[in-house]
């Protein structure tokens, strides 16, 4: 028996949840993830249906089928994205799937990239940091200083898998004029991982404080409102709280997911909720981060 996930016609941080209860949905027999009809995904949403792949892979699921976009020009933005060629390690794929990306394609600053360890987090932020600068400051209409910031909040991020998660992730980084809520270009930052999820990450050092409480949504409070870390060292668990007061400074948004809660920090171009908890479950961790072009006051 197959058992189908539908993948949103509209795949962001807006529909993953609707990815996720899908994905989630009792059943058994091989999964069938249903991209057919898909006219959009955005970084955050192609590397959270990487994170599925790979979760599936390393609880040994059976390999998961996976068709791809009708659309010609969204199968061939996949590839340019690097998702295409990451997905044949995890999916059957079906459907028609262009072999090279196009070149010369200025949107995507860094195709999807796995993070593996440090050094895959150092020659990520080594990659992108001439361009992120050029973008922050040329495009966006940044301080010279936010390039700086920018890189530190791309490394955090990434270097959590790599001390948080227990497996591997990915890293994918954009830009693009954002008119559905904002109508500005804006950067954006994806990071996600099939890992633990904080609430097991942090689990030896704070449930007990926590006690009832406990839960992935306490979790998140703890990282990212504390600044608790499961390492005891002075200085741990600051990463977050980092990559907070870079997105504070430039009206950023920061949004992590974990497990059953998503914990944002919402700028005032946003609506979107501060905490939802009782989510439907995803593997590991999800990060979105998003920095917007500065407008002048008056």
Not at 86 to 108: M, N, T, W
Not at 199 to 213: I, V
Not at 215 to 243: K, T
Request: proline share 5%; charged share 20%; hydrophobic share 45%.
């Amino acid at each position: 028996m197959t058992r189908v996930v539908e993948v949103p016609t509209q795949f962001d941080d807006r529909t993953f949840d609707q990815f996720a209860r899908s994905y989630a949905a009792d059943g058994g027999g091989r999964m069938l993830f249903d991209a057919h009809a898909a006219q959009w995904a955005s970084p955050y949403g192609l590397v959270g249906l990487l994170t599925a792949g790979q979760a599936i892979a390393e609880t040994g699921g059976e390999r998961p089928l996976l068709t791809l976009p009708q659309d010609r020009d969204v199968v061939h933005y996949w590839a340019r994205a690097g998702f295409v060629r990451h997905a044949e390690q995890y999916f059957e794929l079906h459907g028609k799937a262009p072999r090279a990306a196009a070149r010369g394609e200025s949107d995507v600053l860094l195709e999807i990239t796995p993070v593996r360890g440090a050094d895959d987090v150092h020659d990520v932020v080594g990659h992108i940091q001439d361009r992120a600068a050029a973008i922050l400051t040329q495009e966006l209409g940044l301080e010279a200083t936010a390039t700086m910031g920018f890189g530190m909040a791309l490394s955090e991020a990434c270097q959590n898998i790599v001390e948080h998660a227990g497996t591997g992730g990915w890293v994918a980084v954009q830009t693009y004029t954002w008119r559905r809520r904002l109508g500005r270009r804006v950067v954006v930052i994806a990071v996600a991982d099939a890992g633990v999820g904080f609430r097991r990450s942090l689990e030896a050092t704070q449930a007990k404080r926590f006690g009832d409480r406990w839960s992935d949504a306490a979790a998140l409070e703890a990282a990212l409102i504390q600044g608790v870390s499961r390492f005891r060292d002075p200085g741990r668990g600051q990463g977050l709280a980092g990559i907070r007061r870079y997105l504070n400074r430039w009206t950023g948004k920061l949004a992590v997911r974990s497990g059953t809660a998503r914990m944002t920090m919402v700028p005032p171009w946003d609506e979107d909720a501060p905490l939802v908890d009782q989510l439907p479950p995803f593997p590991g961790t999800q990060v979105l981060m998003i920095v917007p072009a500065h407008v002048e006051n008056g």
